[in-house]
């Protein structure tokens, strides 16, 4: 899904773009959407913003972007999510996310098209809960992957789970923090995922 809007305040005009549940897999896969058509619209959307002389425009990927939980890597290499870290637990990270950039090239390469077409244009990612191996321990090479194949601003050593715009007065977070299915408790899975 995608949701934006802009404020004018001191006579800069502000866009935040809020995209979520891609869900993007590592396998082939028939996809709820068309990428190229994100795409499209992404860039349809930093038009308008550039026509209108945005100083500033984010683009935030708000969680879940990445289908990483649902991959069979898990079970082919015999752990889980929700395990404390391993180093085989850090190898099936890093080997998902290869598997999901290079099944989703279209992706990965617009978002480069549209970094390089808009200067003002930033990207920030927030860890969702099907993408949240991401932002632990375990996926500490796999961000490292994700940090060289998108053009992400902000990112320090893991993804945080909101986004905070004080200046603008906008909280965002992915949700599954609130639906009691989506919570992990004690070392368990969350009966959602």
């Not at 930033?122 to 998108?150: C, K, Q, W």
């Amino acid at each position: 899904s995608i949701r934006y809007a802009s404020s004018r305040q001191c006579g800069d005009l502000v866009m935040l773009i809020f995209v979520s549940d891609l869900h993007l897999c590592d396998s082939p896969r028939g996809e709820p959407f068309t990428v190229s058509r994100l795409v499209e619209r992404l860039d349809i959307i930093a038009n308008q913003a550039n026509s209108k002389k945005t100083n500033n425009a984010t683009v935030v990927l708000l969680g879940d972007i990445f289908e990483v939980l649902k991959s069979r890597k898990w079970i082919d290499n015999g752990v889980r999510p929700w395990e404390p870290n391993s180093e085989e637990h850090e190898n099936t990270v890093d080997s998902i996310l290869e598997s999901i950039v290079q099944e989703n090239e279209v992706f990965f390469e617009g978002v480069r098209y549209l970094s390089d077409k808009y200067s003002f244009l930033d990207f920030r990612y927030v860890a969702g809960n099907h993408d949240l191996p991401l932002s632990t321990a375990m996926g500490a090479r796999a961000r490292d992957r994700l940090i060289e194949e998108l053009p992400l601003a902000g990112t320090n050593d893991r993804f945080s789970d909101i986004f905070l715009d004080s200046e603008h007065s906008v909280y965002a977070r992915h949700g599954h923090q609130y639906d009691p299915d989506n919570r992990y408790q004690a070392k368990t899975a969350a009966i959602g995922d």
